[in-house]
């Protein structure tokens, strides 16, 4: 059974929706992780999904697999937080609902105004003295907006940048920060 114009669009708006609201992608787009071009290189990102489920189903591995290889060598972006694949089964769950003619979570997402990446903290901005109570709130105020589609649930932050041997500089956008045994 193919996808008729009606719910091919439905389902692209909230394709485009999810990606307005990963805060991954976005981080990495407006701080220009990969460059001049990191605009470019989420545009096309959308551009490859749309058209490989235009071309027929694909799987969350599959789209898992290709974020992953653009966050990685186009944004130089590292997302520890586990949005590459839930991203990629929300899409995934997205075209069938579209494809069964529910249209709801789509038009939801469609709506929904992308997510602001000003909230985001730099890794090195992060300090030792933060306690728990200003982390929880943190981390409450970041996932509100989010919660109810599920893309992101706690505050991201980006560490410095690390140049490797090549001289190639990565930046990795993770979950909070990391607390050592108790």
């Keep these: 059974m193919s996808i008729d ?7 692209e708006g909230g394709v485009r929706g999810v990606f307005n609201k990963w805060t991954a992608l976005r981080l990495a787009v407006e701080s220009q992780f990969g460059g001049p071009q990191s605009r470019e290189s989420a545009e096309g990102l959308l551009d490859n999904v749309l058209s490989w489920f235009k071309a027929g189903e694909i799987y969350a591995d599959e789209l898992t697999e290709l974020f992953t290889d653009v966050l990685y060598n186009d944004l130089r972006t590292e997302a520890a937080d586990g ?74 932050s980006v560490k410095t940048p690390v140049i490797d041997e090549d001289g190639f500089q990565w930046s990795q956008v993770t979950r909070g920060r990391r607390r050592g045994p108790a």
Excluded: N, Y
Aim: proline share 1%.
């Design 5 to 11: 114009e009606t719910q091919w669009a439905h389902f």
């Design 83 to 156: 949005s590459i694949e839930e991203v990629s089964a929300l899409i995934c769950q997205l075209f069938h609902q579209c494809k069964a003619g529910d249209f709801a979570k789509a038009d939801q997402l469609s709506t929904a105004a992308p997510v602001s990446v000003a909230a985001c903290k730099r890794g090195d901005d992060l300090s030792d003295s933060d306690s728990e109570e200003e982390e929880g709130m943190e981390a409450e105020a970041a996932g509100s907006s989010a919660a109810a589609l599920h893309l992101c649930s706690t505050t991201r």
